[in-house]
């Protein structure tokens, strides 16, 4: 894991101190973020129109995880089609297919809410979107579970998929998290 976090940031390198230079929003917006190169990296084209309203920034978080999170799952789905994994893990591949579906159902939820923020319901709207996501996060958790103890080419690679959309899912929650407090 250290190999892929360091890589992504090598690659990401020349592309932050772009970003550091001519928009701060973005930065600022994620710092609150545990991954804060990615958040960087895959929220930049959000920063002239999110600029500084945490509503904007966790929409855009949340909608960039949908899209991470819908590629997992097809990648999920073309595994189970191919009978790739035998016995244990075969049985942890349908259920990471299966958490990963109530994971885009609880992300596209949060979303719906997010688009339709209120002064008067602000509270609840937010207890509901924090429980959404986070129950979004322990569901790629979960997947992992499966494959706990497990080797091979094939399932780390399997495990780096789920682990990335971890990443995003918890930037997601952070940017989630920095709106409830802040208000609408």
Partial sequence: MAILVTSMLLLLAPWYSWASGDSGYVVDA????TYQDLCIH?????????????SKW?????????????NATRYLLGLKKKNRFKGRNRVAVYDCVDVFQDTLDNLHKS???LRQISAVTFETQMED????VSSALTDEETCLDGFEGQKGKQIKLLESRVKRVSYFT????ALV???ASTGP
Wanted: with cysteine; proline share 2%.
């Fill in 129 to 132: 979107v924090t429980t959404w």
């Fill in 111 to 113: 979303l719906g809410v």
């Fill in 170 to 173: 918890s930037n997601a929650l």
């Fill in 30 to 33: 994620c710092s609150v973020t």
């Fill in 42 to 54: 895959s929220l930049a084209s959000y920063s002239n129109i999110a600029k500084r309203d945490p």
């Fill in 58 to 70: 966790a929409r855009a978080g949340v909608s960039v995880t949908i899209g991470e999170t819908k």
């Fill in 177 to 179: 998290a920095k709106l």
